[in-house]
Structure formats: C-alpha cells, structure tokens
C-alpha cells in the first residue's frame, strides 16, 4: 500500500504561482508512474499532467505551458505558472504503472490540496 500525501496549496492571485508536492510516507516512489488530477467543485475529476519513471511529460491542453511536473525519488511536485480563476480546484497526485490520463489505470491516490485562484 502507497500513502500519497500532497502539501503546498494555498490561496493565490491570478498570475500567480503555487508549488505543489506530493510524497510517500516511508517508500520511494521511483516504481510508479505519478499523475496529478484536479476536481473544480460540482465537475469531475480531470487529468491534469503525468511524468514517467524515466521523465517523460504529458500535460492537459489546459495548462501545457503554465505547469511544470518534476520528480526525484522521494517525491513530484506541481509547479502552477500563471494561475487562472478556473484553475481553482482540488489537486491530486496519483500512482500508477501506465502513463495515461485516466484516472482509473491509477492505484493510489492522495487526499488532495486545495488551490484556490482570486481574480
């Protein structure tokens, strides 16, 4: 069993910038495929960004070019750019063997951060 937990949510302006961070308690995560997701109040979840093992990068159309995924062993941060009213949400990092932006082909999954956006 992986225990996820993020940390670095907060309240921002728009423009703004939020570093996310996701770790797991007492293992390294360097075997999984990490993904973030993000839930807006009243929609559903939605692939936000995935990196591999070796680093490779996916991002949603969304926020390609405003937010950066990086990792080392011990954890995956989200670094947020240029922060939008609509990016406010719950931001969840997730667990897995596959690359994909589907939130079903993830095992383990965090209890998310809330990042809110002021216009």
């Known amino acids: 069993q992986v225990q996820l937990v993020e940390s670095g949510g907060g309240l921002v302006q728009a423009g703004g910038s939020l570093r996310l961070s996701c770790a797991a308690s007492?293992?390294?995560?360097?075997?999984?495929?990490m993904g973030w997701f993000r839930q807006a109040p009243g929609k559903e979840r939605e692939f936000v960004g995935t990196?591999?093992?070796?680093?490779g990068k996916l991002y949603a159309d969304s926020v390609k070019g405003r937010f950066t995924i990086s990792r080392d062993n011990a954890k995956v941060d989200l670094q947020m750019n240029s922060l939008k009213p609509e990016d406010t949400a719950a931001y969840y990092c997730?667990?897995?063997?596959?690359?994909?932006?589907?939130?079903?082909?993830?095992?383990?999954w965090g209890q998310g951060t809330q990042v809110t956006v002021s216009s």
């Open positions: 997730a667990a897995g063997w596959v690359a994909t932006v589907k939130m079903t082909e993830y095992n383990y």
């Open positions: 007492g293992r390294s995560l360097s075997t999984y495929v």
């Open positions: 990196i591999t093992r070796s680093g």
